[in-house]
């Protein structure tokens, strides 16, 4: 899959659905710093590899999860749709560069939908991504 960055209604779609998925998180943490004592009680770990994450995001139930790994990644996000139970590596978008060859994106930052069917990620590079099948492509 490669990014086509041609359009610039097509980023300021993507800019729009970032800025309402950021929202959607904001109001989501909030409302569980709100609720205090009650969240948080039991950590578990999960079957997620050991390594440096860059960013992760949730869904407000918490069985979307998704991980996004740090910058020697080759394009991948992790993404689990049991609560982290299970874990499928998804490929985000790259594009080539003239010379040096496919380039993979790294994302900085992720949010999610409420229900975990929208992802939003954004790259030290400017790119945006977004899924609107929970990551699956």
Known sequence: MSLDIKSEGCL?????????????????????????????QTWTQTGLINMNWNCFASSANGSLLVAAPGHTTNGVIFVSTNGGFTWNTNTLP???????????????????SADGTRLVGASVDGFLCSSTNSGTS
């Open 94 to 112: 790259g594009y080539y560069i003239s010379g040096i060859g496919r380039y993979f994106i790294s994302l900085v930052s992720v949010a999610a």
């Open 12 to 40: 300021n779609r993507l800019r729009r659905e970032m800025k309402k998925l950021l929202s959607e998180a904001v109001f989501v943490c909030t409302i569980m710093m709100v609720a205090g004592s009650g969240f948080a």
